[in-house]
């Protein structure tokens, strides 16, 4: 995870994943060329830069002064995909290890001592990853939940199964106070946090499929005033666009990690 420790220690005011809990809290970019990186999504989404406290692999992306994603330069190193990753805050990464791995999951990295906190990467046992996050979190971390996503979407293959392993491990429709709430809506399972949509769970992802697309993953949604600007400056800066429609496109950067562009009247 590559929240800027600034971030967390320029206000007296911090909020715990102790009390904040299951929901999506960060998201995270893994890169092979971070020059690269930063001028397709600073063209893309309008990002300014500023490098974390964890060195020079790792930069936390601005929208408005908002910190609203890292980048890191571990794929190689690390011999990760490249992909776009959320995470989720819980109590003790350790915990959340040992319940993934109980349900029949994997863990890829850590859990790490990242300062302020902990992390770790895990896949769930349909191969989709994510992450989780121990430790303190923004104040205004709210500000960053609507500056950042408008929500992550978990394409997988039995969406109820998805929902009963991740509610196990993150403590979701639990008898915890402050715990998200899970709702079956529309077809999909759709997880509330404070009353926001955060997540949404879908079936129809196929194990096996060839196509990287069409396996299960998360999918990382940004809210932006021009889709169709999106999608052009994204295939002008060396990215490809993979669907589109009015409101929507799922567009993929030079490395190969795609996200989905969400105008924001459609939110």
């Not at 309008?46 to 408005?64: C, E, H, N, S």
């Not at 190193?77 to 994997?106: I, K, L």
């Not at 800066?237 to 950067?253: F, I, M, N, P, Y």
Request: aromatic share 10%; proline share 5%.
């Amino acid at each position: 995870m590559n929240h800027d420790a600034r971030s967390c220690n320029s206000t007296a005011e911090v909020v715990s994943t102790h009390s904040v809990f299951g929901a999506p809290c960060w998201v995270s970019l893994t890169s092979r060329d971070l020059e690269v990186t930063h001028g397709f999504y600073s063209a893309v989404l309008g990002w300014r830069w500023r490098p974390a406290k964890l060195g020079d692999r790792f930069w936390v992306a601005l929208a408005d002064s908002v910190p609203v994603a890292g980048v890191a330069a571990v794929a190689t190193m690390w011999q990760m995909a490249v992909a776009w990753t959320p995470y989720f805050a819980v109590p003790s990464a350790d915990e959340a290890v040992a319940r993934v791995q109980e349900r029949g999951g994997t863990s890829a990295v850590g859990p790490l001592s990242l300062p302020p906190g902990r992390a770790a990467l895990l896949a769930d046992r349909d191969g989709a990853t994510f992450g989780v996050w121990e430790g303190k979190l923004p104040s205004n971390w709210e500000t960053w939940r609507r500056a950042a996503p408008t929500f992550i979407r978990l394409h997988t293959r039995d969406a109820f199964d998805a929902a009963m392993f991740y509610g196990e491990v993150l403590d979701w429709a639990s008898e915890r106070a402050g715990c998200c709430e899970v709702r079956y809506e529309g077809g999909e399972v759709v997880l509330r946090s404070r009353g926001d949509v955060v997540a949404r769970i879908e079936s129809g992802a196929l194990e096996a499929a060839p196509d990287p697309t069409i396996r299960p993953h998360w999918q990382v949604h940004f809210a932006v005033a021009d889709v169709g600007a999106c999608a052009r400056d994204a295939e002008r800066h060396g990215g490809s666009v993979l669907s589109k429609g009015s409101d929507e496109a799922v567009l993929r950067d030079p490395d190969g990690a795609q996200f989905t562009v969400t105008s924001r009247r459609s939110r």
